[in-house]
């Protein structure tokens, strides 16, 4: 079974432009959230999908968002980059919706803003 | 407001000793606990989980203990392997999901030595 896959793996912009990461879920899983890793913050919850709609959202601006396809891939988009915005975006995909079960992840996707 | 702490961001431990690692939390709706393993250029994968009706889960090396009242748990290697050396992170939900995903500690870099 494949697991989460996540595009690209590494990227650079620079400030003020936009970027979209996208999300490959374990196939038959329904649920995809994704996540922020900083060496400050750690991992934070940016928001989950589930059949095409936005479920949970976690402490984001209206600059980061995200959409889900019927086939449950995902894509997320942040746009007017700032530096603050470099960081590992992580999927994360879930056959259930919420935070109660495991998650897999995928690999990420190294953002780099200058 | 961090409200799943790991006070220890590096723990080193001898091979075929016990590795302990600590979260602390302070989130009393939290009911649900999970433990991660990132290794370096990876997600996380999902470890081992405990729900708050019991305060012991076991899986092989790897034990879970919970403590409401003190609203703090920990992880048990035993025995510690090289394999082990990785960021753990400690991760807390409210069953039936919650707006929040999972909110995850910082992370722990156990190293285990030779």
């Known amino acids: 079974k494949a697991g989460v896959t996540q595009t690209p793996r590494y990227l650079i912009k620079t400030r003020g432009q936009q970027v979209t990461l996208s999300c490959s879920p374990i196939?038959?899983?329904?649920?995809v959230s994704w996540y922020q890793q900083t060496p400050g913050q750690g991992l934070q919850f940016l928001f989950e999908y589930f059949s095409e709609t936005q479920r949970n959202k976690g402490n984001f601006p209206g600059r980061f968002s995200g959409r889900q396809f019927s086939n449950s891939r995902s894509e997320m988009n942040v746009s007017t980059l700032e530096l603050g915005d470099s960081a590992l975006y992580l999927c994360?995909?879930?056959?259930?919706?919420?935070?109660?079960?495991?998650?897999?992840f995928g690999e990420g996707s190294r953002l780099t803003v200058l | 407001d961090q409200q799943v702490k790991q006070n220890s961001p590096s723990l080193s431990v001898q091979e075929g000793r016990i590795s302990i690692l600590n979260c602390d939390y302070t989130n009393s709706m939290f009911d649900y606990f999970l433990w991660y393993k990132k290794y370096p250029a990876e997600g996380p994968t999902f470890l081992i989980s405990?729900?708050?009706?019991?305060d012991k889960n076991e899986d092989g090396r790897f034990t879970v203990f919970l403590n409401k009242s003190a609203k703090h748990l920990s992880l048990h290697i035993v025995p510690s392997q090289p394999g082990d050396s990785a960021v753990y992170f400690c991760a807390a939900s409210r069953s039936g999901g919650g707006a929040d995903g999972l909110t995850f500690g910082k992370g722990t870099h156990l190293i285990i030595q030779p």
């Open positions: 994360a995909s879930s056959p259930t919706l919420g935070g109660t079960g495991e998650l897999f």
């Open positions: 196939s038959g899983h329904r649920s």
């Open positions: 405990i729900s708050s009706i019991k």
